[in-house]
């Protein structure tokens, strides 16, 4: 892959343009109206026309033959639009599509770049149209997730990129590939022959994952240690998947374990890895029982896939909830499953018939290990969803359906 690879777009400069490109974005849409709307081609009362477009092709394998095909399919279903493609080397389109658009040789359709020696320039210059308009009429907002659309936004005055106008749109779509080692899956317990087709079922995937695969990689804490403002420690991952103690008496699933230095005054702080990327928020230490107060050398962050999942309840001020079952569980002796120790009465686990000594052996589908996937699992969920239960008790196999509750203020003793 090409690392100076950017994400690229169409500038739109003219008005039969901005046609071409909201009907292609449009015909997307497979509702009976717009499928009835586009079959009338509503560029008929142009007459013949022909679009100029200009595009820069520097990738092995590049976009050209995608934008010829796009190009050649759009004109099967609207004959009388003739779109004429002309591409260049990335280098030298950079250097003559300012030239061009200044000049009475100017595209109807060009290639933006998204950086300030390019796409900034022509905002400024006010040589590319701004296309708001054309969102909400082509509902693009439906088609391009709000990252996406953020691409191609630059306030008017060509100074602060990801945010104000939309000045242009995707040439085509992307896709994604990923590769993974069937071995690894097996031995974390993962069919390498059922993997998901969902960017949201990889997420899940991949925060069950997470826990079980271990790591050495170098981390970083910044906190304010004994008041000291802004300090950092770095150290190493010790493990993960750890479970550790909220101070409500919950359990938090998935807990990062690290050697690097953690004191009052680190509790709440950024946990970084080698890339800059929080992987955690700084939360407790191991004490071994003594009254210490300060790094053990064993110390825990409660896992960003946790706290990003809270996050929109924090900014809007709102009080965090987290969803409960109502059971204490142990990892079975078999290590297939989680064993159920106890259940609270009044709880959803008690309303669904959960018993003590029922194995839970999944969640929604997703295989149970031991205690440390039950908390995880109903981590990711929030009050009021619904969750089926694989569970064994004795010799029989059961599906029990529960519906979370909130979580308690404090957890029951005993």
């Not at 085509?172 to 899956?185: C, D, E, R």
């Not at 240690?225 to 993960?240: A, E, K």
């Not at 230490?285 to 896939?305: E, K, Q, R």
């Amino acid at each position: 892959m090409n690392n100076s690879w950017r994400p690229r777009g169409l500038s739109l400069v003219a008005a039969a343009l901005i046609a071409f490109v909201a009907a292609g974005v449009a015909s997307a849409d497979t509702s009976t109206s717009r499928a009835t709307h586009a079959a009338q081609n509503p560029f008929a009362h142009y007459g013949k026309i022909t679009l100029n477009v200009w595009s820069a092709d520097n990738q092995d394998p590049g976009p050209k033959p995608v934008i010829v095909a796009l190009a050649n399919s759009f004109h099967t279903r609207y004959p009388n639009v003739t779109v004429k493609l002309k591409f260049y080397g990335l280098t030298d389109y950079l250097k003559i599509i300012q030239l061009a658009l200044k000049g009475g040789s100017a595209p109807d359709v060009a290639e933006g770049n998204q950086g300030y020696g390019t796409d900034a320039l022509l905002v400024k210059a006010k040589l590319i149209r701004p296309l708001d308009a054309y969102v909400k009429q082509y509902h693009w907002d439906k088609y391009f997730p709000p990252g996406a659309m953020a691409q191609f936004r630059w306030t008017p005055d060509g100074q602060t990129y990801g945010k104000g106008t939309v000045w242009g749109v995707g040439q085509f779509g992307q896709s994604t590939g990923i590769f993974y080692n069937k071995t690894a899956l097996k031995k974390y317990g993962f069919d390498p022959d059922k993997m998901p087709t969902t960017f949201a079922g990889f997420d899940k995937l991949l925060a069950q994952l997470r826990p079980k695969v271990p790591s050495s990689q170098p981390l970083a804490v910044i906190g304010d240690p004994f008041g000291y403002n802004r300090s950092l420690s770095t150290g190493l991952v010790s493990g993960l998947g750890r479970t550790i103690q909220a101070p409500n008496g919950f359990p938090i699933a998935n807990a990062l374990q690290t050697d690097a230095a953690l004191n009052p005054g680190n509790s709440g702080g950024p946990v970084l890895d080698a890339q800059g990327q929080v992987v955690g928020i700084a939360d407790q230490i191991a004490t071994g029982g003594s009254s210490a107060d300060t790094s053990s050398g064993v110390g825990f962050a409660v896992p960003i896939d946790v706290v990003r999942g809270e996050l929109s309840q924090l900014e809007s001020g709102a009080q965090v909830s987290h969803a409960y079952l109502g059971i204490s569980s142990g990892d079975a002796t078999n290590g297939q499953g989680a064993l159920v120790g106890a259940v609270q009465g009044g709880s959803p686990a008690a309303a669904a018939g959960l018993r003590r000594g029922d194995v839970i052996t999944a969640i929604d589908g997703s295989p149970v290990h031991g205690s440390n996937d039950i908390v995880s699992a109903i981590t990711s969920h929030r009050p009021g969803d619904r969750v089926s239960l694989s569970v064994r008790r004795g010799s029989s196999r059961l599906n029990i359906g529960a519906t979370l509750a909130t979580q308690p203020r404090q957890a029951p003793s005993g």
